[in-house]
């Protein structure tokens, strides 16, 4: 079965910057859109942060994150990644990447199939 697996993730300070990664085995970045997700705290609903679509390349960003953040993807590599600047504590969570179904304008997790997440801790 594939996988997904996260990194990247770490502690920085307000204003600094982390690259997260999404591994995905199976090349299955070539039919699957990826999304992020954050998670503040066990029990806390997961957020959705950003999705790429895997036919279209068309992006959606939450606005809490729009302008700081950027999605990409390398299906050669079959990764995509999270680039995130000007980072604010608020940022602080576990950053999850899904399948998901991706537009322009939403996102929603499909299949059930996330990586197990990567802590990132933004200090003031």
């Known amino acids: 079965q594939a996988q997904l697996v996260e990194s990247g993730g770490g502690l920085v300070q307000a204003g600094g910057s982390l690259r997260l990664s999404c591994a995905a085995s199976?090349?299955?970045?070539?039919?699957?859109?990826m999304g992020w997700y954050r998670q503040e705290a066990p029990g806390k609903e997961r957020e959705k942060v950003s999705?790429?679509?895997?036919?279209?390349?068309?992006?959606y960003y939450e606005a809490s994150v729009k302008g700081r953040f950027t999605i990409a993807d390398d299906k050669a590599k079959n990764t995509v990644y999270l680039e995130m600047n000007s980072l604010k504590p608020e940022d602080t969570a576990v950053y999850y990447c899904?399948?998901?179904?991706?537009?322009?304008?939403?996102?929603?997790?499909?299949?059930?199939?996330w990586g197990q997440g990567t802590q990132v801790t933004v200090s003031s």
């Open positions: 999705c790429i679509s895997s036919s279209s390349g068309r992006t």
């Open positions: 199976g090349g299955i970045l070539s039919i699957i859109s």
């Open positions: 899904a399948a998901v179904y991706c537009t322009g304008l939403y996102f929603t997790e499909v299949y059930d199939y």
